[in-house]
């Protein structure tokens, strides 16, 4: 019994690893109201309540469709409208009970934005009610609260089946949904065809190997649910978390999944992917592929890719993305392949969706970048920016706009953006290259969700999505007329349009496999220009007019290939036919009938607006969000809880500091709807120092403990600078803190005998901390580049009965090393201590293999060189054919990742009166990345130390914790 809660209260922590506190905070004075609309509270700032009127009726709308599967009953949400976050996305948390909507919209899963999000998030909703239902799960919510529920579900739960239960009903419940998309179940439908599989464990929990995607619960849950609902009922997944209520301790799922299908749960993701995969053969047949050649040299034991292609004089330029190199923009010419610079990660993004990430002209390139607000976390922008290949010069073409789609003219003189804004809706935006400034803007209110524009003259190309279907639209800017040139429908979808000629080429997916197409704008005859196996994306024309470039996925990547254009060769439209999903029909007349037809009747009801108090309306209790903190001293496992809006805060937890292994128990109070951040703070924990003589060595060594209740009062002001591929945070604080000292021990000893009696500190402190880190590689253990600088000054300048004061300055430097994922890391420390009869909590790390110790004057130096040893990506059977290698899998007990290793030096110096003390020593560190369990949420690192203490000549070893990880 010991040890299964010891197992217990590991999984809890790990677990809890995962999940931290929001940073995220709107801007002030929004004026927020909300309405009531059943059991939804749709929380929204002043003018947007077209927008919250429409949220309220999709919610009661959907409602009926969402629950009507699963034995639930719905339960009080409150969800808020976000509206200056760049970022299209929505959420629901489990702990508190809320949701997030954003208001940018996106076209990844075909849906109207607030459609799909009613359905997707309202699905999770149900998901989370279900998973009260039942003795075992409702007991983890009477013992946590919200908080238990959410631990259930991501200790027994796998994401997958989350994310593809809606998904499923996305697809099921409109004629859009990813389920209908064909890149969506893309690399799943590679491998198949390539004859390879992963496993089970390989495939939802990744490995350093794999890229695209990251372990993707969203397109695995969408294969293996719709085969369950289609082979086994719609009720099939309803009795999975039934029977989960039969244990409420590991591993409930897989024995539920047994019991409701009669196979466990190898046999159904494989049995799974077998019938895709004969689906996805059937749809081959008679297929004749285009003829290309692969333009950039393939390494065939990684993936990677080279996206978003185009040619500029004599030369190929794309972004090279691989795991274990840098995000770049490189240039092919004859044999060499030049890296230019480096791109930021969210410049990458589109492509996951096959969306124009990059659009180049004329020699400059075109992308958009997310810019956050250097205060508040949910308020950011989406800019424009020039580069020039032949100055390699980066120009800022807008500021603080938010556009969502962007294109370059093949001359390079105009750029067309599409922006959104939640009050305004679309305006297309034309831009003059020549001297950076508008050159007109026009508002396109009518047309749906527009995206990936192309521009040549005066037209303007546009992706629409709009609820009769998909189209592509020409605008004419000179007399603002709007031509459908591809008919709404919802039997395929379209990316990516360039102009030539009188061509319009694009990317669709009516033949399930994503291929370019060409639309003669005169006659608007259609053709089919590639055949490719997986999918051809991002088209782009040579300037000579005789050569189409473009991505092919494959096995390995996004491989940037060219093929002549030859229109005679092309296939008519009329001669492709369209392949019939044997699941989504199936899945549709579940849920809608034998018909499957889809609801077409949303109600228009009106909802009373009331004014929203963020401190009356706000905070949800029980609710509690855990997370773990880590600095290079102490570690902390905290527990929160957090309005709606994430303006106050309250939380409890535990601390450990590393040099005085001393436990801490704190509360706090946190109020950051204000520019500066408002803190309180009480605390109860245990002290330890080693203190040393003034005059003695090693044998004037003291070693005190005592006890400290504090109360502190703070202010802090957390500031993001970051832009593009650099990451820069500031923090500034300060703290009043009362300390109340209770029960030293010895209460007597001899070096230090003015801290012989109990009685109350009153100190000040001031902090000042400075991060700027550069992204590298995925892989890389550390940042390429970065700079971290720690200030901190202590003191007692009011009346107490002790005395104090203590400064520290600490600095990090990162520095790459030959090799991409390896890197350096050197720290210094210069900290000075008044102890004459109080000593306050050291800011930085001791030596490693010393017990820390207190001396008025202490510098020390480290350095580290970081490095991955292995990378347990792949088995015989799934290997790339090339490699040999095997998965390092032990039951289910660990499944593990990486093998990572470390060397240091340490030295450091203290200084004490006359006396001067040196302490210096050597090791190396051993960890492996691993998923305890096999579950996805519980990644962490983990390993032992050895240190070779010069001085003492001390051989001593340690455990190594790094967590939380972060599971993409």
Same mark, same amino acid.
């Given at each position: ?5 010891i197992?217990i209260?590991?999984?809890?922590m790990?677990?809890?690893?995962t999940l931290r506190?929001s940073?995220?905070?709107?801007p002030?004075f929004?004026g ?6 059943g !059991?939804?509270r749709?929380?929204f ?5 077209k927008?919250a009127?429409?949220t ?5 709308y959907?409602?009926?469709y969402?629950?009507?599967g699963?034995s639930?009953?719905?339960d ?5 409208i976000?509206e200056?976050y ?5 959420f629901?948390s ?5 949701s !997030? ?12 934005w607030?459609?799909?999000?009613a359905? !997707? ?6 998901q989370?009610n ?14 946590l609260?919200?908080y238990g529920?959410a631990l259930y ?7 997958w089946?989350l994310?593809g ?9 409109t ?6 998309i064909?890149?969506?179940p893309?690399?799943?439908?590679t491998?198949?065809?390539s004859?390879r599989?992963y496993s ?5 929990l990744?490995?350093?190997n794999?890229?695209y995607p990251y372990?993707?619960?969203y397109s695995?849950?969408?294969l293996v649910?719709?085969?369950?609902r289609k082979?086994y ?10 029977y989960?209520d039969?244990s409420?301790?590991?591993?409930s ?13 190898n ?6 992917l ?5 689906y996805w ?8 592929f285009?003829?290309s050649?692969?333009?950039f040299p393939?390494?065939k034991?990684?993936w990677?890719?080279f996206?978003?292609?185009?040619i ?7 972004i090279?993305?691989?795991r274990d190199r ?10 060499e392949t ?9 410049i ?5 969706? !096959?969306?124009?990430?990059?659009s ?6 075109l ?7 250097p ?10 920016r020039?580069y020039n290949?032949e ?9 603080n ?5 962007a294109?370059?003219s ?19 935006e034309l831009?003059?290259i ?7 803007s ?6 749906g969700h527009?995206?990936?524009?192309a ?5 303007v190309?546009l ?15 000179e ?6 040139i591809?008919?709404t429908?919802?039997?395929?979808h ?20 994503d ?7 005169k006659n608007?005859?259609r053709?089919?220009?590639t055949s490719?196996?997986?999918g051809a ?8 007019n005789?050569?189409l470039?473009y991505n ?6 996004y491989?940037t290939v ?5 229109p005679s060769?092309?296939?008519s439209?009329e001669k492709l036919k369209k392949p019939?999903?044997p699941?989504?029909?199936a ?8 018909g499957g037809n889809?609801p ?5 009801q009106?909802?009373?607006?009331n004014e929203y ?16 903190n880590?600095?290079n001293y102490?570690f902390s ?5 957090q309005?709606v809006l994430h ?5 409890a ?6 040099n ?6 704190a509360?706090?109070l946190l109020?950051?709807a ?14 330890t120092?080693?203190i040393?003589?003034k005059?003695?060595r090693?044998?004037?060594?003291e070693?005190i403990?005592?006890?400290?209740k504090?109360?502190s009062a703070e ?7 970051s ?6 945070f500031?923090?500034i604080g ?7 000292i209770?029960?030293?021990?010895p209460?007597?000893y001899r070096?230090y005998s ?6 109350l ?6 902090y ?5 880190t550069?992204t590298g590689?995925l892989?890389?253990?550390?940042p390429?580049h ?7 000054y202590?003191h007692?300048p009011?009346?107490s009965d ?5 400064f520290?300055a600490?600095a990090?430097?990162?520095l790459p090393?030959l090799?991409?994922?390896?890197g350096?890391?050197?720290?210094g420390t210069y900290?000075l201590?008044?102890?004459d009869?109080y000593v306050?909590t050291q800011?930085y790390l001791?030596?490693?293999g010393?017990?820390s ?6 510098i020390?130096?480290s350095v580290d060189y970081?490095?991955p040893i292995?990378d347990f990506?792949?088995s015989?059977a ?5 490699l040999t ?5 032990l039951?289910?007990?660990f499944y ?7 060397i240091y ?6 200084t ?6 040196d302490y210096?020593s ?7 990345v691993?998923?305890l369990?096999?579950n996805y ?6 390993g032992?130390?050895?240190s070779?203490?010069?001085e003492?000549?001390?051989?001593v070893?340690g455990?190594?914790?790094?967590v ?5």
């Amino acid at each position: 019994m010991k040890f299964l809660r010891i197992i217990i209260f590991i999984l809890f922590m790990i677990c809890a690893a995962t999940l931290r506190i929001s940073a995220q905070q709107n801007p002030p004075f929004k004026g927020w109201k909300y309405i009531d609309a059943g !059991h939804y509270r749709i929380i929204f700032p002043e003018g947007l309540e077209k927008i919250a009127q429409r949220t309220a009726n999709l919610m009661i709308y959907y409602e009926k469709y969402n629950y009507a599967g699963m034995s639930t009953e719905p339960d009080y949400i409150p969800i808020v409208i976000i509206e200056d976050y760049s970022e299209a996305n929505g959420f629901v948390s489990f702990a508190p009970f809320y949701s !997030h909507w954003f208001t940018t919209p996106s076209s990844f899963d075909s849906i109207d934005w607030f459609t799909g999000l009613a359905i !997707h998030e309202g699905r999770h909703m149900v998901q989370r009610n279900r998973l009260q239902e039942g003795g075992a799960k409702y007991s983890w919510y009477v013992i946590l609260g919200n908080y238990g529920t959410a631990l259930y579900l991501g200790l027994f739960i796998p994401n997958w089946y989350l994310e593809g239960d809606a998904v499923v009903m996305e697809t099921a419940l409109t004629n859009g949904g990813r389920g209908r998309i064909a890149s969506f179940p893309m690399w799943y439908r590679t491998l198949e065809l390539s004859g390879r599989r992963y496993s089970y464990y390989r495939a939802t929990l990744g490995t350093y190997n794999d890229m695209y995607p990251y372990p993707d619960p969203y397109s695995l849950g969408y294969l293996v649910n719709s085969y369950v609902r289609k082979y086994y009922s719609r009720a099939a997944w309803d009795n999975v978390l039934e029977y989960t209520d039969r244990s409420c301790l590991y591993p409930s799922f897989d024995n539920a999944l047994e019991l409701a299908t009669g196979h466990d749960l190898n046999e159904i993701y494989n049995t799974a992917l077998d019938r895709y995969r004969e689906y996805w053969k059937n749809n081959l047949e008679g297929m004749e592929f285009t003829e290309s050649a692969q333009v950039f040299p393939e390494r065939k034991d990684k993936w990677e890719s080279f996206a978003f292609p185009f040619i500029y004089g004599d030369s190929i330029y794309a972004i090279r993305f691989a795991r274990d190199r840098s995000l770049s923009l490189v240039k092919r010419t004859a044999d060499e392949t030049d890296e230019l610079r480096m791109i930021p990660y969210d410049i990458i993004s589109p492509l996951f969706h !096959h969306e124009r990430g990059i659009s180049a002209g004329g020699g400059y390139i075109l992308w958009r970048e997310a810019i956050p607000d250097p205060r508040w976390g949910y308020r950011s922008y989406s800019d424009l920016r020039l580069y020039n290949v032949e100055s390699g010069k980066t120009l800022d073409l807008t500021d603080n706009k938010k556009f969502i789609a962007a294109a370059l003219s093949a001359d390079g003189t105009t750029a067309a953006a599409v922006e959104y804004i939640a009050a305004k809706g679309y305006s297309l935006e034309l831009f003059s290259i020549a001297d950076m400034k508008n050159s007109g803007s026009y508002e396109l209110n009518d047309a749906g969700h527009i995206y990936d524009p192309a521009i040549q003259g005066n037209l303007v190309a546009l992706c629409t999505q709009e609820k009769e279907g998909n189209s592509i639209i020409i605008f004419d800017t000179e007399n603002g007329k709007k031509t459908r040139i591809i008919d709404t429908t919802h039997l395929e979808h379209f990316r990516s349009p360039i102009f030539h000629n009188e061509y319009l080429f694009f990317v669709s997916d009516y033949t399930g496999i994503d291929n370019i197409y060409a639309v003669n704008l005169k006659n608007r005859k259609r053709f089919q220009v590639t055949s490719v196996m997986y999918g051809a994306y991002f088209p782009s024309i040579s300037p000579g007019n005789n050569a189409l470039l473009y991505n092919e996925y494959t096995l390995t990547g996004y491989k940037t290939v060219s093929s002549s254009i030859d229109p005679s060769a092309w296939i008519s439209f009329e001669k492709l036919k369209k392949p019939a999903d044997p699941y989504i029909d199936a899945i549709a007349a579940q849920e809608l009938g034998r018909g499957g037809n889809v609801p077409d009747d949303l109600p228009e009801q009106k909802y009373v607006a009331n004014e929203y108090n963020t401190l009356l309306h706000g905070m949800t209790i029980p609710g509690w969000i855990p997370f773990f903190n880590f600095t290079n001293y102490d570690f902390s496992f905290n527990i929160f809880t957090q309005d709606v809006l994430h303006t106050l805060q309250a939380g409890a937890g535990s601390t450990y500091n590393f040099n005085e292994k001393t436990h801490t128990a704190a509360g706090t109070l946190l109020y950051s709807a204000l520019y500066p951040v408002l803190i309180l703070t009480g605390s109860y924990g245990n002290r330890t120092r080693w203190i040393s003589d003034k005059k003695n060595r090693y044998n004037g060594i003291e070693f005190i403990t005592w006890m400290e209740k504090t109360a502190s009062a703070e202010i802090n002001l957390p500031l993001n600078f970051s832009r593009g591929i650099h990451s820069t945070f500031m923090d500034i604080g300060a703290r009043g803190v009362l300390v109340d000292i209770r029960d030293i021990d010895p209460p007597v000893y001899r070096i230090y005998s003015d801290m012989e009696n109990n009685g109350l500190l009153k100190y000040s402190s001031y902090y000042f901390k400075m991060q700027h880190t550069v992204t590298g590689a995925l892989n890389a253990i550390l940042p390429r580049h970065g700079q971290i600088i720690n200030l901190s000054y202590w003191h007692t300048p009011f009346k107490s009965d002790y005395t104090a004061r203590m400064f520290s300055a600490d600095a990090t430097l990162y520095l790459p090393s030959l090799f991409s994922t390896h890197g350096f890391k050197f720290t210094g420390t210069y900290a000075l201590n008044d102890t004459d009869d109080y000593v306050f909590t050291q800011q930085y790390l001791f030596p490693r293999g010393y017990e820390s110790v207190t001396h008025e004057k202490f510098i020390s130096g480290s350095v580290d060189y970081l490095f991955p040893i292995a990378d347990f990506s792949f088995s015989p059977a799934e290997s790339f054919e090339e490699l040999t290698g095997y998965s390092f899998f032990l039951f289910k007990l660990f499944y593990f990742k990486r093998l990572n290793g470390g060397i240091y030096f340490d030295y450091g110096r203290g200084t004490t009166g006359d006396l001067k003390m040196d302490y210096s020593s050597a090791g190396f560190e051993l960890t492996s990345v691993q998923n305890l369990f096999s579950n996805y949420h519980l990644l962490f690192e983990a390993g032992i130390r050895y240190s070779y203490c010069f001085e003492t000549r001390q051989k001593v070893y340690g455990l190594v914790l790094k967590v939380p990880f972060i599971q993409m």
